[in-house]
Each structure stands twice: as C-alpha cells, then as structure tokens.
T-cell receptor, first 113, second 110 residues
Framework: DAGVIQSPRHEVTEMGQEVTLRCKPI?????LFWYRQTMMRGLELLIY????????DSGMPEDRFSAKMPNASFSTLKIQPSEPRDSAVYFC???????????FGPGTRLLVL | DQQVKQNSPSLSVQEGRISILNCDYT??????FLWYKKYPAEGPTFLIS?????DKNEDGRFTVFLNKSAKHLSLHIVPSQPGDSAVYFC?????????FGAGTILRVKS
C-alpha cells in the first residue's frame, strides 16, 4: 500500500533556475496539500487542492510559486525563478474528505545556491 | 501570529518513564487536534488525534488530553521507549487546513 510519493527527494539548483517538485497522493484521496518546512517558520501550508481544484493558495509566498493538479494522481509545485531563501523541505500530503488525518510524503529537500 | 504553540523545544526522558508534551492554541474555532511524529529525513507521521468535543483519547501507550477552557492539549507517552525519540508536532484543524506548532524534540534515554 503505497503512501504519498514525492520526487525528487533532493534537489540542488542555482539561483534563477526553475524547480519542479512532484507529488503522487494516496490513491482514492481527493485532497492534496503542499507544505514548506523551514527553521524560521516551521511547517506552513502553501496551497491545497480538493478534487483537483485549488481551494486556498493564501500560503503561497509570491508569484514565483505556482502549483497545479492536472489529475487526481499528480500534482506539481513550481518555483521560477528560484532564490536561496526558497531553500527548505517541501512536503506533500493527502487526505480523504471527511477524514481529519493528512498523510505526508517523505519530502523534497531543496537547496538553492 | 502563532496560533499553535509548543513552548518546549526539547524534552529528555528516561526509558520507561512518562513523556509529556504540551501544546497551546489561541483560536477557539479549531475543531480537531492531531499529533504527528517525525523522524529525520522522513515526513510527519500521524500519531493520535482528538475532537474538540472530547477531553481524552487513548491509543496504546499514547494518550492525548484536551482542556478547552485553557486552550491546552498534551500528549502522554507511557512507558517511553528509545524508539519514541523524534520530533513531535501538535497540529490544529480548521476546516481543511492544518496549523502546526514548531515541534518538540523528544529524546528517550536508555
């Protein structure tokens, strides 16, 4: 029974480059969440989707960040252009309507030089 | 504006003893509370939860207590085991959004 899958697990890039993070939620789950974890701000919600539709993107830091969910089994978080302050661990989580528990992926550790 | 606070950055406990992790919140609209455990290089793993209409929930060695009047919840682990050493996050749910505390590092010494 596969959990939430994220790729890549680690990403090192240079400032100004485009970064794309990928997430496959648990099969059957219809809500998907992107979180970012930093030392300064802890775990914070960036955006969440319900039935592939973005519901709340108020946590997205700025226009350099965008997220898509083209179908129920795939989502991307894109940063363009990337900056050193974007360095963090990015988590994807999924849940099913009516269930309070969100299940997290292993995260993508991003380092922008 | 920290709506969920875990004021103890770390806690050290002897194996076999009780671990008590604390969490305070400010928003009375939160309707569900969860505890997650996180090991290094892994994502947070759900541990136990409690609805705002309850004051206690138990699952094996783990018990969560909720005091709504004080806006305070705690996680008790009895007995503590070395494998419990991890970062513990308190989280509160409002609608479909989880708000996390900063986490408490628990070290269980054998």
């Amino acid at each position: 029974d596969a959990g939430v899958i994220q790729s890549p697990r680690h990403e090192v890039t240079e400032m100004g480059q485009e970064v794309t993070l990928r997430c496959k939620p648990i099969s059957g789950h219809n809500s998907l969440f992107w979180y970012r974890q930093t030392m300064m701000r802890g775990l914070e919600l960036l955006i969440y989707f319900n039935n592939n539709v973005p519901i709340d993107d108020s946590g997205m830091p700025e226009d350099r960040f965008s997220a898509k969910m083209p179908n129920a089994s795939f989502s991307t978080l894109k940063i363009q252009p990337s900056e050193p302050r974007d360095s963090a661990v990015y988590f994807c989580a999924s849940s099913f309507d009516g269930q309070e528990t969100q299940y997290f992926g292993p995260g993508t550790r991003l380092l922008v030089l | 504006d920290q709506q969920v606070k875990q004021n103890s950055p770390s806690l050290s406990v002897q194996e076999g003893r009780i671990s008590i992790l604390n969490c305070d919140y400010t928003n009375s609209m939160f309707d569900y509370f969860l505890w997650y455990k996180k090991y290094p290089a892994e994502g947070p793993t759900f541990l136990i939860s409690i609805s705002s209409i309850k004051d206690k929930n138990e699952d094996g060695r783990f018990t969560v207590f909720l005091n709504k009047s004080a806006k305070h919840l705690s996680l008790h682990i009895v007995p503590s085991q070395p494998g419990d050493s991890a970062v513990y996050f308190c989280a509160a749910l409002y609608g479909n959004k989880l708000v996390f505390g900063a986490g408490t590092i628990l070290r269980v010494k054998s």
